[in-house]
């Protein structure tokens, strides 16, 4: 079993940056892909990122702006978000899928493993 804990959301003014931390329970994370996802209020959760081993993908809408990167040794991922625009505004989850899962990154229902979700809020 694998629990997600996200920390570093927060409210920022639009241009500014935030780091998200992803830190997990087990082991076997170090191997697991692990996603990023956002939900805004009305609106369903769209993929933001994921990285598996040292290859990321990100959303068209983040590029350029958004990093995930991970540390194993402190069994986190991160997700560093700069030139944050007020439509970046939502509730973000990691997500992680364990080894025997396949299907896409993008797709919220290949991930197995869910936190809690941080808020992110940027002020225009």
């Known amino acids: 079993q694998v629990q997600l804990v996200e920390s570093g959301g927060g409210l920022v003014e639009a241009g500014g940056s935030l780091r998200l931390s992803c830190a997990a329970s087990?082991?076997?994370?170090?191997?697991?892909?692990v996603g990023w996802f956002r939900q805004a209020p009305g609106k369903e959760r769209e993929f933001v990122g994921a990285?598996?081993?040292?290859?990321?993908f990100y959303a068209d809408s983040v590029k350029g702006r958004f990093t995930i990167s991970r540390d194993n040794t402190k069994n986190t991922v991160y997700l560093q978000m700069n030139s944050l625009k007020p439509e970046d505004t939502a509730v973000y989850y990691c997500?992680?899928?364990?080894?025997?899962?396949?299907?896409?990154?993008?797709?919220?229902?290949?991930?197995?493993?869910w936190g809690q979700g941080t808020q992110v809020t940027v002020s225009s």
């Open positions: 990285i598996r081993l040292s290859f990321t």
């Open positions: 087990g082991r076997t994370f170090r191997s697991y892909p």
């Open positions: 997500a992680a899928r364990s080894l025997g899962n396949s299907g896409s990154y993008d797709n919220s229902a290949n991930f197995n493993y």
